[in-house]
């Protein structure tokens, strides 16, 4: 509600690149190679179209179709917070930063029912055990990868979080365990 994070910079940052990852795949923008080892992601199209934000991180995988899905998860967290909240205040989702005479108010939500309805639609799905569609089933997939899940959820099930998982896409559900395993990393290295 206030803008402020309830993630370390860090893993947040390291969410919301697996976010743009699998949103990428679900939009059949790129894929992951299977054969390689490790897994690496491809385009499936080579025009850099969308938003900036899409733009940016597919021009990057044309670019440099050789590195590992985590090596892109810890390459676009660096940048991905405030490449997010400057594609939120373009759509009007977020009000701009706000600066004060010594300190700056983060970008917060510009309707307070548009920022809370991702959110109530997953615990509503949790509370009345029905799947939840696919886009709410990657944000509860990465909430679990992010141990978030269990502070943001009114009511935490872990199966119910495997379930949902197991309706994504493989390929997504690769990304959300890569995510996951970065998450892991840096919880325990503290970078």
Sequence with gaps: MTGHPLLHPRLTGLTLAGAILAELMLAERVA?????????LHATVHETTGDPLTRTVLAHIIAEPHHPVGTWLLFFARTIHADVAARMIAANLLKPP??????????????MNTAAWPLARLNLAVQRRKPPVIGDCVLLALLAAAGSAQRILSEHDARFVTAATALLPVPVQRVVAQTKAAVGEAVISRR
């Design 98 to 111: 706000v600066r004060h005479l010594l300190k700056q108010q983060p970008a917060a939500p510009a309707d």
């Design 32 to 40: 992951l190679d299977f054969a390689s080892n490790p897994e690496r």
